[in-house]
């Protein structure tokens, strides 16, 4: 029986990647030439400007036959302005392979990677790639990678000729007695075999051993070779095959599956690609998906074989597919029964800049609107915030290439130009205090007819909106709490500021209604009744002045930095830390590097990027990542410009809402 393997490439930019997806697809017989990133002619690069700037921007999925073994091959992007497209991967992967570049070694990306693969529990192999070029490395990088990355690496061969066109690897055959030590930290009757006399333990014994810890997670064998000359490529394959645990699932047990990415095929239709985990899916099934709340009929089926796409009218366990017909279906969303893993959440830090698109020409304005709605469902880590007011979409952004990204795909893909305003940081507001306020029913210049109080408290970090009713829920209908509830968390997304107000306890502590009333032999006047339009539209007036009661202070992300630079050019890095708000917490000297980590503003590391090199004589590394939100010092506090009718200004909101809908 055929098992399938959901396969990962991973890496940071330019490490050899998309080369190694078209060397492992020559080497199956999948591709009869190797394509080339250079000139835009490898397999899983499609876009334009994936071909135009030699990087992968959409993960792409090619199949392939390793004995009895189907291996669906996700190459991913490896630039960190796309880590959403790698953070949906992870969710359908059975294995996945690290690729690390034997010239420029462990990078900022690469242990982001391994970080998330090791938690997820992920089993993983590494493979090192670019022997052949100069300046390659081999023992100091394998310690390197047991310091940066996981000290649980096993190395699988030897290298020769390191450096030179001729480099090749050669694999241990039988595996070392050294091995035995390692795997026996988590096998007990491996330690009291090593115990006992290590030279008894047989290479079948070990391999098995390696095979099993390697499909737990628990250690991770080293390939080494050239994607470019293909040494090292065969014996990457047999390790995909020997250690790599692929999954037959349950194809007649419940329907459950994950949708990693959407597309829009050319007619406009959409079509989900599909991990499927368990249970089969045929053409013309109606599959619920978003927890049950929504179902569409399936209408097409494509499964992926021997490099292409090609239609089938089923879909089973294990495998990967393109589904038509499914209109509503967004990433991220479950098909059938929920799985656990699927429910995780983002394993990647949260944008945290943001812009704003305009239209080169102003009768563009709703087309863009339109197209931009539809990148965000491919993409949903692009938030998109419509400003009603004005008129406008800001868009949120992982780093400056993706404004590229976004600009040529709107160009090539919608036939619009764009421009884009300066990128600015994506803040939040906490909660300072404790703050309650209260309309009710008519009175005090209340025009709605409704009773709503609120009392906001601060709650832990990453606890999210916890609403709650210290009232009865049957003091009135309960349509009438749900449109309380619904109005305060689209509320919150606009706090004093105009930041989003992520974690807080929201508290109702006064409730009430006009019950449903008629003039006699008439029907039911809602002048004299309350509706759910009374309680959406009072509940952010009482919500905002419970925040400016309580008090909320901006808190700007920061990012936690490491940098690795010559020991001299310390005195001219300082103060540019320094003016940059940039705070050293620990600094290292190890020869003539030092090494400098601490905390930096996340608006502040784009400039930290441009200024390293010519400090540092372009000998500088700089490793950043997203560690926590913290308050904006200074007596400036940035303010966000509202998108809502501004709850803030009574009179404004309420003139808006009386022409609006005439209360």
């Known amino acids: 029986m055929s098992r399938t393997l959901n396969l990962g490439i991973l890496a940071h930019v330019d490490a050899g990647k998309t080369s190694l997806t078209e060397r492992l697809l020559h080497t199956v017989g999948v591709i009869d030439e190797i394509g080339s990133v250079d000139d835009g002619s490898t397999r899983t690069d499609s876009l334009a400007l994936e071909r135009q700037r030699g990087i992968t921007i959409k993960s792409a999925v090619v199949s392939f036959e390793i004995d009895d073994i189907t291996v669906n091959l996700i190459d991913t992007p490896g630039h960190p302005d796309f880590i959403a497209e790698v953070e949906r991967v992870l969710n359908v992967l059975d294995g996945a392979v690290l690729v690390v570049s034997a010239v420029e070694g462990v990078q900022a990306q690469t242990r982001v990677l391994m970080r998330t693969l090791r938690r997820l529990r992920i089993p993983t192999l590494i493979f090192v790639n670019k022997l052949d070029r100069r300046g390659a490395r081999h023992r100091d990088l394998l310690e390197t990678i047991a310091a940066r990355l996981t000290p649980a690496i096993v190395p699988m061969g030897e290298v020769g000729r390191l450096g030179t066109a001729k480099a090749h690897f050669t694999p241990y055959d039988p595996l070392p007695p050294g091995l035995l030590e390692l795997l026996a930290e988590h096998d007990d009757r491996l330690l009291a075999a090593y115990v006992h006399d290590e030279t008894a333990v047989p290479d079948a014994r070990l391999r098995a051993a390696l095979a099993a810890q390697t499909g737990e997670a628990l250690v991770h064998p080293v390939f080494h070779g050239s994607a470019i000359t293909g040494a090292g490529i065969s014996e990457l394959i047999d390790g995909i095959r020997e250690l790599l645990p692929a999954t037959d699932g349950e194809a007649d047990g419940p329907v459950s599956g994950t949708v990693f990415k959407v597309e829009r095929g050319p007619a406009g239709e959409k079509i989900a690609y599909v991990r499927m985990f368990d249970g089969t899916v045929r053409t013309r099934d109606r599959l619920t998906f978003r927890d049950g709340e ?181 003091s009135m209908p309960y349509a009438f709490f749900k449109a309380v509830e619904d109005t305060v968390r689209e509320a919150l997304e606009q706090g004093v500021h105009g930041w989003r107000v992520p974690d807080c306890v929201v508290t109702v502590t006064h409730s009430g209604y006009s019950p449903r009333q008629s003039h006699a032999h008439q029907r039911f006047d809602k002048s004299m009744s309350s509706t759910g339009a009374d309680f959406r539209g009072l509940t952010p007036l009482v919500l905002m002045d419970a925040l400016r009661r309580a008090g909320t202070r901006v808190h700007e992300p920061m990012h936690r930095f490491r940098i690795d630079a010559p020991a001299d050019s310390l005195g001219a890095v300082l103060p540019v830390l320094a003016a940059l708000r940039a705070v050293p917490q620990d600094t290292r000297m190890s020869g003539r590097v030092v090494r400098l980590e601490g905390l930096v503003p996340a608006a502040r590391v784009h400039g930290l990027e441009q200024r390293l090199p010519g400090l540092t004589g372009g000998e500088g590394e700089l490793e950043t990542a997203f560690a926590h939100y913290a308050p904006v010092g200074g007596t400036t506090v940035p303010e966000r410009p509202r998108t809502d009718h501004n709850p803030l200004d009574r009179k404004e909101y309420l003139l808006h809402l009386t022409r609006r809908v005439g209360v």
């Open 294 to 474: 929504l179902e569409g009929k399936v209408t097409a089926i494509s499964v992926f074989e021997r490099g292409a796409a090609v239609r089938e009218t089923a879909v089973s366990a294990g495998r990967i597919a393109q589904l038509w017909g499914v209109a509503d279906i967004r990433i991220g969303d479950t098909i059938g029964v929920p799985r656990e893993r699927a429910a995780d959440g983002h394993h990647f830090s949260p944008p945290t800049l943001e812009t704003v698109v305009l239209p080169a020409h102003a009768e563009d304005g709703g087309a863009l609107h339109l197209a931009l709605t539809q990148l965000a469902e491919q993409d949903p880590l692009i938030g998109l915030r419509h400003d009603d007011l004005r008129q406008e979409t800001s868009v949120s952004l992982y780093g400056e290439v993706q404004k590229e990204v976004v600009q040529a795909t709107l160009a090539d893909e919608y036939g619009i130009d764009v421009t884009f305003r300066e990128t600015t940081t994506i803040c939040v507001e906490r909660l300072a205090g404790v703050g309650e306020a209260v309309e009710f029913n008519k009175k005090d210049g209340n025009p709605f007819l409704a009773t709503v109080g609120l009392r906001v408290e601060p709650a832990p970090v990453g606890s999210g909106v916890d609403f709650r009713l210290e009232v009865e829920l049957g």
